[in-house]
């Protein structure tokens, strides 16, 4: 049930967002749109079919790296090198936020060929506000709903044990029951415990999906773009990018799905959806290419909210769930030498994140 789940969510977001951006081909061109010659066309055509293999490579080897754990005891969860490399993918997901993905619906929606008075509001801060509340909603939601379902669990547990230790002490003297009583209760204990961290687990998992959707988002709103690109220089600048931007996006993705530990089944559907989206979205934007018109008003509006709104989540994510959590980790806290190499890593991944910005 959760992994048909899974599949229905990943598909829904995936195919809206194709939908949206595809309804644009075809609309009026604006002032602000030109025509490239026929060899710079094709010059671009070449980057973008190799784009497609290498991008797909890419993404593959970043998502499955943290998942190489159940084979690498030095790759599993809680160990110094995981918190070092997660770091680092959670400051390259903070800068694709930052610096990749609000500047570009920045751009989409102040575009001049958008008229009206009513895009002088700041749509795109809004939005990536809207998306960012809505990404803490579901968190804390799925949050609350697994742990009152294993605290209403835990406190049977405690209810049943220590009612029981209550019939024995009637029958076995003060010390017989005292014992039993305080058995029972530290069997409650457990069953708390127990319950927490079983309530961290399935957060886990809800922290997993929510950043593949908004990866999934992002990934196919910039592969239809380098699809559609009718620029030489535009696609060859893209398709350097996109290899490292997709590696580095894949192993934030990969650490969190490892610590999510889920089953096979699952693992296999979230690391497709991920590494193929968009080699699809390249595909996508090379067969509209012909009648796709980037500055036509749909088509800025419809990119600039789903860049936006994938912002939102990044960030979010990368900052609340991913840093936040970690570097506030008791292991971490008690670890000076691991906190400074954390913090390098940081600073290394959202540094090289930050000056892929200059091509993609």
């Known amino acids: ?73 030095s790759l599993k969860p809680e160990t110094t090198f995981f918190f070092v490399t997660k770091a680092f993918a959670a400051g390259v997901i903070l800068a694709t936020g930052f610096m990749h993905v609000l500047p570009e619906g920045y751009e989409k929606l102040t575009s001049p060929c ?42 049977r547990i405690g209810d049943v044990t220590e009612s029981g230790g209550e019939e024995q002490s009637g029958g076995g003297g003060d010390e017989l029951g005292l014992h039993v009583h305080a058995h029972g209760h530290t069997h409650g204990i457990v069953a708390v415990e127990s319950g927490d961290s079983e309530v961290q687990f399935h957060r886990t998992r809800v922290v997993a999906q929510v950043l593949e959707v908004g ?29 490292f931007h997709q590696c580095f996006e894949g192993l934030g993705l990969g650490g969190c799905i490892a610590q999510g530990k889920f089953n096979c089944m699952s693992i296999t559907i979230m690391s ?38 994938s912002a939102g989540i990044l960030i979010y994510m ?10 506030m ?5 008690s670890n000076t030498s691991l906190q400074i190499m954390a913090h390098i890593s940081l600073v290394l991944g959202a540094g090289i994140m930050s000056l892929l910005a200059k091509w993609a």
């Open 1 to 73: 049930m959760i992994i048909r789940q899974n599949i229905k969510l990943l598909l829904f977001f995936f195919l809206i967002s194709l939908f949206l951006i595809a309804v644009s081909a075809g609309d009026s061109k604006c002032e602000c749109s030109h025509e490239d010659d026929e060899e710079n066309r094709v010059g671009a055509r070449k980057y973008k079919i190799a784009a497609i293999p290498s991008v797909l490579v890419a993404g593959v080897i970043g998502v499955l790296f943290p998942l190489l754990g159940k084979f690498f005891s």
């Open 114 to 155: 958008l008229k009206g008075e009513a895009w002088e509001f700041p749509f795109t801060g809004f939005i990536a506000m809207v998306a960012a509340i809505l990404t803490l909603s579901v968190d804390s939601f799925a949050t609350s709903y697994f742990h009152k379902l294993h605290f209403k669990t835990a406190k």
């Open 215 to 243: 990866i999934i988002v992002h990934s196919v709103v910039i592969g239809i773009s380098l699809g559609a690109s009718q620029s030489r220089d535009t696609a060859k600048a893209l398709f350097a990018a996109l290899m």
């Open 272 to 309: 497709i959806f991920f590494s193929v989206t968009t080699p699809v979205g390249i595909a996508v934007g090379m067969a509209i290419a012909s009648s796709y018109n980037e500055s036509s008003s749909t088509a800025l509006i419809v990119q600039g909210v789903l860049n936006a709104a």
């Open 318 to 327: 990368s900052l609340v769930d991913f840093l936040a959590a970690d570097f």
């Open 329 to 333: 980790h008791p292991k971490m806290q």
